[in-house]
């Protein structure tokens, strides 16, 4: 990346401190933590090369919202009154023992923060992470995905992480998917979703709805347990011309501003402490890096949602 100018009254976003030297006992309110699993995704993918990626672009952004005039008060929001930290990488995340080691890793990170987003990585992370930050609570527990896709396909895959939370535990009926998308799905996993009892909204259904919407009544469903609810922010959700780095994005997916609002709405419930954005192969993307810089953005929508809080 060029070298980005310097500003005093600019801060940047990302750079944040390692969760591990922090003072003990000091909490944060959200984390950074890299899945950069791989190996088992269903597209060739050097998905691998992606928390770096967006931990670079991260410091094109200022951690600051705008005054908005529907609002009182007019004052813009400095996200850097929050406290962040970088849980830095889990090495070799995919198979069994790296699933263990995320597992164990987001339960560490969760123990001394309100909230983590994990980087993938491709959409398998999504199980070891969501486990992880569910703990005991898995009966109780609930999940909103963000996806053109059910991934309930067989096996271990970037194309099962759903499946296998159902296997793990998680009732169907508090799993909601969001954004699935014609062309991009069997009619048979179609029916395991249904025989599941998963709630779909359709890619179609958001036109005309207001994200924030969208997202209260997903939350409604998956957390009618009580429990945890964790996101699954597939960028593949997103249309090919905002997401081309993910291999299996769309022509006619969500506008970029969807994905950011849903990930806002999402992160600004207490009910949401865990998220991953996934699917993203860095070496893939656009010459102006447009799907990482997506997902920089959601990581900070992610912490407006918390400033909402
Ligand atoms: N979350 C993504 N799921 C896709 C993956 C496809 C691919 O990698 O090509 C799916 O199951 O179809």
Redesign the pocket.
Known sequence: MATLSHDPLWPRAGAWPALAELEPGASVDLTILGVPAWRT???P?NAHATPAAIRAALQRYSPALMPDRSQAGQAPRDLGELRFADAGDIDEPDGPEGEARTIAAVATALDRSSALVALGG??SVTVATALGAWGDDLGRAGLVTI?????L?DGV?????VRRLVEAGLDGHRIVQIGIADF??SAAYARRAAELGITVIHRDELHGRRPAEVMAEALEIAGAGGGPVHLDA?V?ACDRSVAPAC??SVPGGLAAWELRALVRAAASDRRVRSADL??IDATTDAADERTVRLAALCVLEFAAGIAAR
Do not use: K, Q
Request: no cysteine.
């Open positions: 995704s269903l597209s993918t491709d959409n996806d053109a896709h059910y991934d396909r895959s970037n194309g099962s992480p991009a799905n597939d593949d291999p299996a996934v699917e």
